[in-house]
T-cell receptor, first 116, second 119 residues
Framework: AQSVTQLDSHVSVSEGTPVLLRCNYS??????LFWYVQHPNKGLQLLLK??????LVKGINGFEAEFKKSETSFHLTKPSAHMSDAAEYFCVVSSKGDTGRRALTFGSGTRLQVQP | GAVVSQHPSWVICKSGTSVKIECRSL??????MFWYRQFPKQSLMLMAT?????????EQGVEKDKFLINHASLTLSTLTVTSAHPEDSSFYIC???????????????FGEGSRLTVL
């Protein structure tokens, strides 16, 4: 079994300040973890992924995330927010279950608002 | 990167009619495609998984006869909403992957989504 919890449904920051979007997961197996961004009426775009290599993962648009197994966390950060970062962000966990088949579980999403 | 195209982006139809949404992988062969439904301000809800050449696997609670999924080739899957009603209005998103990518990491590539409004 696996689950993912995005701890904040809504985050508001000022332009130029750091962004922190929190994600905790649980998985009985070695997980892959992803962060996707969704702009209004658009599909999901991959920001970054962790697939058992380096625990600090750098993605597009200046985002990065750190896989912390001891804390079962995969928080998304960015040093300086831009107005264009305003969107919905989804944390996703993927692992193989007892059957060996891979399943994905989506978080509930965090809406990032960037104030000018 | 892998590109998934979804069409149409927006569709408005009358109650009782059927609507077809296409999902195409443009630069890879999609052995597996997924269809999701997204309600306003909510996460994605998996509707069904389709594998090329075989019947789709529907999630519990999703009506097979209402949401017809066809995955006739390695680059195309279609979702047909039959006899649509206003409660079927939603944002539908497809995603696709190929065997190695999905089996190894679970990475998916998403279409742009289709907004269906049933009057």
């Amino acid at each position: 079994a696996q689950s993912v919890t995005q701890l904040d449904s809504h985050v508001s920051v000022s332009e130029g300040t750091p962004v922190l979007l929190r994600c905790n997961y649980s998985s009985s197996y070695s997980p892959s973890l992803f962060w996707y961004v969704q702009h209004p009426n658009k599909g999901l775009q991959l920001l970054l992924k962790y697939t058992s290599a380096a625990t600090l993962v750098k993605g597009i648009n200046g985002f990065e995330a750190e896989f912390k197994k001891s804390e079962t966390s995969f928080h998304l950060t960015k040093p300086s927010a831009h107005m264009s970062d305003a969107a919905e962000y989804f944390c996703v966990v993927s692992s193989k279950g007892d059957t060996g088949r891979r399943a994905l579980t989506f978080g509930s999403g965090t809406r990032l608002q960037v104030q000018p | 990167g892998a590109v998934v195209s979804q069409h149409p982006s927006w569709v408005i139809c009358k109650s009782g009619t059927s609507v077809k949404i296409e999902c195409r992988s443009l630069d890879f062969q999609a052995t597996t495609m997924f269809w999701y439904r997204q309600f306003p301000k909510q996460s994605l809800m998996l509707m069904a998984t389709s594998n090329e050449g075989s019947k789709a696997t529907y999630e519990q609670g999703v009506e097979k006869d209402k949401f017809l999924i066809n995955h006739a080739s390695l680059t195309l899957s279609t979702l047909t909403v039959t006899s649509a009603h206003p409660e079927d209005s939603s944002f539908y998103i497809c995603s696709a992957s190929w065997d190695r990518a999905f089996a190894n990491t679970g990475e998916l590539f998403f279409g742009e989504g289709s907004r269906l409004t049933v009057l």
